[in-house]
């Protein structure tokens, strides 16, 4: 079952107001271009911020939060920069567990390792065949069983721990970037 979520970040007139004035008064029609640079600046900081954010909050093993966003970047003629990130629920062994001989424990959150269960049965560790991963039975009987997963990069980025204390940054560093291109183009002429 594949997540996926979607930031946008698109230029609120109304906030940036004395900004877009400004580059438009520099910039005359070309304005667009360096709106464009800034929200892309912008998405290319926030996904470094959410990644990092996502680090702190959870124990994912793999540093891969980065790798799994994708921005499609603002043009002149379209002043909008959007991070997707789409992906599956991970495999268990990619968040800090242990498995002793009482079941499985995982910790997803940084909060301790909790035993996992399901069904009113303990997770094991798969042995064999099955080695590597983490299952449930399904029942009272040795079979069927499931293979357990955790939460989705999607998931981890659009969660509170995550995307709330970051998107105040995500727009500051956009009036930082929208006054970068006003200096660029006041030390420019």
């Known amino acids: 079952m594949s997540e996926s979520i979607q930031f946008t970040y698109k230029l609120d007139e109304g906030e940036f107001a ?18 464009a640079r800034a929200l892309n600046k912008t998405a290319t900081s926030a996904r470094v911020k959410l990644g990092g954010k996502a680090q702190e909050s959870y ?18 003629g379209n002043l909008v920069a959007v991070i997707h990130s789409e992906g599956n629920t991970l495999d268990v062994p ?14 997803v959150v940084k909060s301790g390792l909790k035993t996992m269960g399901k069904y009113g049965n303990t997770a094991f560790y798969g042995r064999g065949k099955l080695n590597g991963q983490v299952y449930v039975r399904k029942g009272k009987d040795r079979l069927p069983i499931e293979k357990l997963k955790s939460k989705s990069v999607p998931y981890m980025l659009g969660s509170d721990r995550v995307w709330t204390p970051t998107e105040g940054e995500i727009g500051s560093d956009l009036k930082k970037y929208m006054e970068q291109q006003i200096a660029l183009l006041v030390g420019g002429r």
């Open 18 to 35: 004395e900004l877009t004035r400004k580059l438009n008064e520099l910039a005359g029609n070309k304005a667009g271009k360096y709106i």
């Open 59 to 76: 124990t994912v093993k793999s540093g891969g939060f980065k790798k799994d966003m994708r921005i499609d970047k603002a043009t002149a």
């Open 94 to 107: 990619k968040f800090k567990w242990s498995h002793p001989k009482s079941g499985v424990k995982i910790d």
